[in-house]
């Protein structure tokens, strides 16, 4: 079964390709020469060990579930998987990837859950100072933590730590479990994730990448900018200390920083506000196939 909203003549969309592949990359490109370089990066390397979509699966464009491609060229698309021939235009077999797909219902689930809840703001990220409480095993040795293990500790148990989202909370150290608010798990995850949550936010590209190639990659990219940019935010506000990097502290344990910190995660809760509509769209249309 294909959904098909609208064709795109064979310039148009080869036009569409290559502005998204120098989009991607423009983005990976430092991403990639450190690599060559065998350097590593405390911040943008989680963009691709965590969220483990290659920059060239990245790179690869589709037009998404409802888009039919016309043109000799498109042909070549038969040859991957889920793209089929109707009516002289290659297109989506949009019944093929929903029954290989059972993740579809689950993240539809899960968007419309986190879209339908007010945004909580205020946990500060303290979810990272968490991952370090108490012990002197840290992720990213090769930096210093701004305040010292003995610091860090105080900033945690100064604050109400409540994360809400559960990868989050899987890396938290013993000693720190117990001080959080919240006991979340990979089944109440749809109960809890809502939409002022970094990571949640974030999480909207993992979500994007898993359903391509029925998403379209603009919207793929745009869901992967928006977790860029709340990486930062989120190693900003953390122990670490960053400035040899480029990234001025976000001090999260005075007034100022806390404000600083909120006023970001509002702004990034608007933009994955949108990016989830999106995704939830695209999630309805290939149910409704």
């Given amino acids: 079964m294909t959904i098909t909203r609208n064709a795109l003549a064979e310039a148009e969309w080869r036009e569409r390709a290559h502005r998204h592949e120098a989009r991607v990359d423009a983005l990976v490109a430092d991403h990639l020469r450190r690599r060559r370089e065998g350097v590593r990066h405390p911040v943008e390397d989680f963009l691709f060990t965590y969220y483990n979509l290659k920059p060239s699966q990245l790179r690869r464009w589709h037009p ?43 993240v539809e689930r899960l968007l419309e859950s986190v879209a339908s809840r007010p945004a909580h703001l205020g946990c500060f990220g303290l979810h990272e100072w968490a991952m370090v409480y108490r012990t002197t095993e840290v992720r990213h040795g090769q930096v210093p933590l701004r305040l010292g293990h003995a610091g860090t500790d105080r900033v945690v ?26 006991r979340p798990t990979r089944e109440t995850q749809s109960d809890l994730d809502q939409p002022g949550c970094l990571h949640a936010n ?48 976000v001090r999260i344990e005075t007034a100022e920083g806390k404000a600083e910190y909120m006023a970001a995660q509002s702004a990034f809760a608007e933009r994955g506000a949108d990016l989830r509509e999106r995704l939830l769209r695209v999630c309805r249309e290939l149910r409704d196939a």
């Fill in 202 to 249: 974030m999480d909207l590209y993992k979500w994007a990448y898993k359903l391509a190639p029925a998403v379209p990659s603009e919207l793929v990219v745009d869901c992967f900018e928006l977790s860029k940019d709340i990486r930062v935010l989120d190693m900003r506000a953390s122990p670490y200390d960053l400035a040899d990097w480029g990234y001025p502290p």
């Fill in 157 to 182: 148990e100064s604050h109400r730590v409540q994360c809400s989202h559960f990868d989050a909370y899987r890396f938290f150290t013993e000693p720190a479990r117990p001080l959080n608010t919240l």
């Fill in 64 to 106: 998404g579930a409802g888009t039919a491609l016309l043109g000799q060229g498109a042909r070549v698309r038969l040859d991957e998987r889920f793209y089929t021939e109707a009516d002289g235009a290659v297109v989506l077999d949009a019944g093929a990837f929903v029954d290989a797909r059972p993740v579809l219902g689950f």
